[in-house]
């Protein structure tokens, strides 16, 4: 079993300057855990410190039940594939993916071996004899994740890998990526990512990074059903959440709101006697509104509006400079513009956060 354990970790420059700390977290043998977060919150510092390029300055890490804090990089059991491939460009593909076994002084038919079967997971049969520079940005990061491969490493580290590609070429690999788990099933993987996408369809758990800390673990569903704060609830998800102040005039299973702009919205976030009155956010997810004449959680003008094919983004007028307020309704509604339009919700879609946490965890 190959498992990492995180305790109290923290990470301090200079003695003074905190970058992360009380990171706390148990990873399991097999789970593509993805670390996201806003940029500088430590995704890849934390990463470093796994792979022991970074010295840990607090707490402990253990992988397999043994503290590794000072245990070198190359004895760790931990390959990492970095964001710029940092291929050799005058070796081959079969060079620079032996290179590793070579210096560790691996028999020559153990190498080959392992660098078949890697070029096979990976698609690379027929490229084995290129150069770098013969091959696309797309390949060129398979035979980075391919040198990582034929280590055989009981920790897989991905930082970003695939920033560097356009568009096209970051769907194919991500695919890529996901199908070298499934094929790997018994290895775990750490993914660092700023990409929303990749996390929700690779990853097994996201860990949101922020403030130093960690802000919450879990599925990728659970994270954008259920984020435990408003920060989760907005960093998940694009658009944002929306966020809209009201107070509880209704208690019980089901919580009924009155928002500041006098309508009413039902939340299926169930409540206590001592909650009345208490000041909230209400969350939806502009995915989540729906056109009513009815009770609503918003009432406004739209101001301007996207049309992206199969969704639309209605934009309403900010209310007294607060936050701009989001819709996206399925179809084409380019006719919106300028009118005045009521949405609400499905209670099971709207959330409700005090001083930031949501009432939904306490």
Do not use: W
Not at 94 to 113: G, V
Request: aromatic share 6%; net charge negative; with cysteine.
């Amino acid at each position: 079993m190959t498992n990492l354990k995180l305790t109290d970790v923290a990470k301090t420059y200079g003695g003074t300057v905190d970058v992360l700390k009380n990171i706390n977290l148990d990873i399991e043998q097999g789970e593509l855990i993805v670390f996201v977060g806003p940029s500088g919150c430590g995704k890849s510092t934390l990463l470093r410190m796994i792979a022991g390029l970074e010295k840990i300055t607090g707490g402990t890490l253990e992988i397999d039940g043994q503290v590794v804090n000072d245990v070198p990089p190359s004895e760790r059991g931990i390959a990492m594939v970095f964001q710029s491939y940092a291929l050799y460009p005058h070796m081959t593909v079969r060079e620079n993916m032996q290179f590793a076994l070579k210096l560790a002084k691996k028999p020559q038919s153990e190498i080959d071996a392992a660098v078949d079967k890697a070029a096979k997971i990976l698609q690379l049969d027929e490229y084995l004899d290129r150069l770098p520079k013969a091959l696309s940005g797309g390949q060129r990061q398979r035979v980075a994740i391919g040198r990582s491969i034929v280590r055989d490493p009981k920790v897989y580290l991905f930082d970003e890998p695939l920033s560097n590609l356009d568009a096209a070429l970051r769907v194919a690999t991500r695919i890529e990526i996901a199908q070298l788990k499934e094929a790997m099933p018994e290895r775990t993987m750490i993914y660092v990512t700023h990409d929303q996408v990749e996390a929700m369809t690779l990853a097994t758990r996201i860990v949101v990074l922020a403030n130093k800390g960690i802000a919450q673990v879990g599925t990728p569903l659970e994270l954008y059903e259920r984020p435990e704060n408003e920060f989760v609830a907005q960093f998940i998800g694009s658009p944002a959440m929306n966020l809209l102040p009201g107070e509880v005039i209704e208690t019980g299973a089901q919580t009924t709101v009155r928002m500041d702009s006098g309508l009413t919205i039902h939340s299926a976030v169930p409540t206590t006697d001592a909650d009345m009155g208490l000041k909230v956010n209400v969350g939806v997810r502009p995915e989540d509104m729906v056109v009513t004449e009815g009770e609503g959680v918003f009432e406004g003008k739209v101001s301007y509006t996207e049309a992206l094919g199969e969704v639309t983004v209605l934009y309403f007028e900010s209310v007294n400079g607060a936050d701009q307020v989001l819709a996206k309704m399925p179809g084409i509604h380019r006719d919106m513009r300028g009118k005045t339009v009521r949405v609400g919700a499905d209670p099971a879609k709207v959330q409700l956060f005090s001083n930031g946490q949501s009432l939904y965890y306490r």
